[in-house]
């Protein structure tokens, strides 16, 4: 840097690139330009898609979640100009009181956003207003949970509280499956479940953890797109 004058302000400073540094600031932006954000958010479970699968986001607080996945989201959406070093990026929101939270609503929302980073060892911040949408949907998992989906059923023989409080607490800690229902027959409990792979791993957790013995079977269910479909039955029948 040399002692020189500023090309824009005139100002007798230390120089970047021919400018005074609060001119050098004005000047160059940490953005090049960003992409429309939409996110589309499950009203029953706040569960967000993502290059066209549905992912988990833990937080029970909506605005929270809507945070969470902007930022993940925005990351992406940014385009930086040439020579930045991207530092941080903060979001806050302005978001409508009385929410109304419902399949198929679109909320708008602005996006109060900094973006801090550095061009040459320069230290800028930047502040945006950027309106976004939020699209309340039901996800796969839901609509399949709602319509009392299933693929598989784990038979339980004979009837065992302690299994059967087992297999809900595995369901109800694991993401890619549920219970649709719990049927109560006779000599044990049938359990109707969404997903065949997921009830065949229970069967061999039971009887690793428990004793007793699993067979397996499957029965065709229909046809989609050409191909067979089967539900199967897991049967996990414990020592006499």
């Not at 929410?99 to 900094?114: A, F, Q, R």
Request: proline share 2%; glycine share 4%.
């Amino acid at each position: 840097m040399m002692n020189r004058v500023c090309i824009k302000c005139g100002k007798d400073k230390e120089l970047i690139n021919e400018f005074c540094k609060d001119c050098f600031i004005k000047e160059n932006s940490l953005l090049k330009h960003f992409k429309e954000i939409k996110i589309i958010i499950c009203s029953k479970c706040n569960s967000y898609l993502y290059k066209n699968s549905w992912r988990n986001e833990n937080n029970e607080n909506l605005e929270k979640n809507i945070e969470n996945v902007s930022a993940k989201l925005f990351k992406e959406k940014i385009v930086l100009n040439p020579d930045v070093k991207f530092k941080n990026l903060k979001i806050k929101f302005d978001i409508p009181k009385n929410l109304k939270i419902s399949n198929g609503s679109i909320v708008d929302v602005i996006l109060n956003l900094d973006v801090i980073g550095s061009i040459k060892n320069i230290d800028i911040k930047e502040s945006y207003e950027i309106p976004m949408k939020i699209e309340f949907s039901i996800c796969n998992n839901c609509k399949k949970l709602k319509g009392r989906y299933y693929e598989a059923t784990l038979q339980i023989r004979p009837k065992n509280e302690k299994v059967l409080e087992f297999v809900e607490d595995y369901c109800n800690n694991k993401k890619n499956v549920f219970i649709s229902k719990v049927g109560e027959e006779k000599y044990g409990y049938d359990i109707f479940l969404s997903d065949q792979k997921e009830a065949r791993t229970l069967g061999v957790i039971l009887k690793k953890k428990f004793g007793g013995e699993i067979k397996e079977s499957k029965k065709l269910f229909g046809k989609k797109d050409g191909r067979d479909i089967y539900r199967g039955t897991v049967l996990f029948r414990l020592d006499k």
